[in-house]
C-alpha cells in the first residue's frame, strides 16, 4: 500500500509562507496556563463523568420499569439523553486534558485525510470543500489514526461554522527536521528531532487582534454563538499528548485562520529475518486500522494482503498455497467470529498461521479456546515491538508440535 498523491477540486497548494502574510507565535507562558487549566480541567471532568455515569445508569434501569409509552417513560427517556450529552461533552474535555497515553500506533496522514475527505462528500457537509496535499512518500507519524480523524473533524467544523458552510479548508503536508529555536516558538512539547508539518488553513473571516489572543489563553473562548470554543483546546491537548506542537497564523492578510501543527515520524522497525516479504493477511474489523497496519508492515519490509470479508480470506490464503503466511485476525471479524473463519481458513491452508487480536485484556470465555494454544493472542493497547514478535512467533510455529 501506498499513499498517493491527492489534490482534491483540481486545487493545487502551496506551502504558507512562514512570516508572510501574518505569523503570530505563542510563548513558554501562554504553555504554562494551559498546562495549569488541563490539570483542574481533569479533576472536575473526572468528578463529573463519575457523576454522568450514575444517573445514565439508573436512568437506563428505570426505562425498564417504566410503562411503555407513558409520561414517565419519556421524561426518563430525556434524563438519559441529556446525561448522555453530558458524557459526550466529558469525553471532549478530556481530549483537551488528558497527558497520558499508551503508546501511539503509527498512522498514515493520507490515509486519515482520505477518509476524512469521503465522510465529507458522503455526508454531504454544507458546500465544504477538502484541498489535500499530500506527498506520496509522507512518513508515518506516531499519533494513532483516531486522534487525528479527531483533529481533522474539529477543523472541518471550524471552518464550516466560519464560512457558514461554503468554505475551503486546504492542508499542506510535508516532512521537516525542527531545531530547538523552531521547537520554542510552538505551543506543546515538540522536542528537536524529524516531524511531519501539517498547515491547515481556511477562507473565512479573518479574526480580530483581541480574539486571536483569547483563542488559547482563555478557556471556551469562541466568537461562534453555537460553541463552546472547546474545538481548538482540544486540538492542542491530543497534539499535546503525543509530543507534538501547534501554532496559528493567517493565511491571508485579510481572511482565514490557519493551524501549523506538527506529529513526531513514527520508528518503524525493520524485518531482517525471514519475516521479510513474508504475505500477511489483514482480516481487521475496522477499515482505516487495516490500511495503516498495512502500511506499516509494507515499511517494515512484509507483503500486506488486506481483506474485508469471509470470502476475500478464504481466497487469500488459497492462493497461498505454496507460502508461508500469517493472517492477523480480531477475534470478531464483522459479523462473523474471527476464530471460526480462522478454522475455516485452516481447512483450505493448513500452513497459515495466525495472530489474533482483542479489542480487551480479560479473555473471559476465550481461555480454553485451542487456537489460543498455538498462536499469539494480543489485546489493546498494542505496541509495535510487540505486534512485530507475534508475528515472527506465529510465522515460527511449528503446527505439528501445536506450539
Excluded at 188 to 208: H, I, T, W
Excluded at 304 to 330: C, F, G, N, R, Y
Aim: net charge negative; aromatic share 8%; glycine share 8%.
Amino acid at each position: 500500500m501506498q499513499t498517493s498523491h491527492k489534490t482534491f477540486e483540481g486545487a493545487h497548494l502551496m506551502k504558507p509562507n512562514a512570516t508572510s502574510p501574518i505569523s503570530y507565535q505563542l510563548a513558554d507562558a501562554e504553555t504554562v496556563r494551559l498546562e495549569q487549566a488541563a490539570v483542574i480541567t481533569s479533576k472536575l471532568s473526572h468528578d463529573f463523568g463519575n457523576y454522568l455515569t450514575g444517573i445514565m445508569g439508573f436512568a437506563e434501569l428505570s426505562l425498564l420499569q417504566a410503562p411503555v409509552g407513558g409520561t414517565l417513560q419519556g421524561f426518563l427517556h430525556e434524563v438519559f439523553l441529556s446525561a448522555k450529552d453530558g458524557a459526550a461533552w466529558v469525553q471532549r474535555l478530556h481530549h483537551f486534558c488528558r497527558r497520558t497515553s499508551f503508546p501511539a500506533w503509527p498512522s498514515c496522514v493520507g490515509l486519515t485525510l482520505a477518509d476524512q475527505h469521503a465522510r465529507l462528500v458522503r455526508g454531504q457537509r454544507d458546500g465544504l470543500v477538502l484541498r489535500m496535499n499530500i506527498p506520496a512518500d509522507l512518513p508515518m507519524v506516531a499519533v494513532d489514526a483516531e486522534a487525528l480523524s479527531i483533529i481533522f473533524r474539529e477543523l472541518t467544523v471550524n471552518t464550516s461554522e466560519a464560512t457558514d458552510g461554503n468554505g475551503t479548508l486546504e492542508i499542506y503536508a510535508q516532512a521537516v527536521t525542527l531545531d530547538e529555536t523552531e521547537c520554542a516558538h510552538l505551543l506543546g512539547s515538540p522536542m528537536p528531532g524529524q516531524y511531519v508539518e501539517l498547515s491547515v488553513s481556511d477562507n473565512g473571516p479573518a479574526l480580530d487582534p483581541k480574539v486571536r489572543e483569547k483563542l488559547l489563553t482563555e478557556l471556551f473562548f469562541s466568537d461562534k454563538p453555537k460553541l463552546r470554543g472547546l474545538g481548538l483546546w482540544m486540538i492542542y491537548g491530543l497534539i499535546r499528548r503525543y509530543a507534538g506542537g501547534i501554532r496559528l497564523f493567517s493565511p491571508h492578510l485579510e481572511r482565514g485562520f490557519g493551524v501549523v501543527m506538527v506529529l513526531p515520524i513514527a520508528h518503524v522497525p525493520k524485518f531482517e529475518t525471514a519475516e521479510a516479504r513474508l504475505p500477511v493477511v489483514l482480516m481487521l474489523a475496522d477499515p482505516i486500522r487495516s490500511a495503516n497496519m498495512g502500511k506499516l508492515l509494507e515499511a517494515a519490509g512484509c507483503m500486506p494482503i488486506i481483506v474485508s470479508s469471509s470470502s476475500e480470506a478464504l481466497e487469500s490464503v488459497t492462493k497461498l498455497q505454496e507460502h508461508s503466511a500469517v493472517a492477523v485476525v480480531d477475534t470478531q471479524f464483522g459479523e462473523e467470529s474471527g476464530l471460526d473463519l480462522a478454522r475455516r481458513m485452516l481447512t483450505q491452508n493448513a500452513a497459515i498461521r495466525f495472530v489474533f487480536l482483542h479489542p480487551q485484556i480479560s479473555y473471559q470465555g476465550l481461555s480454553e479456546e485451542d487456537l489460543f494454544k498455538r498462536f499469539p493472542l494480543l489485546h489493546g493497547p498494542l505496541e509495535v515491538s510487540t505486534f512485530f514478535q507475534a508475528i515472527g512467533d506465529a510465522h515460527r510455529t511449528d503446527m505439528k508440535k501445536g506450539k
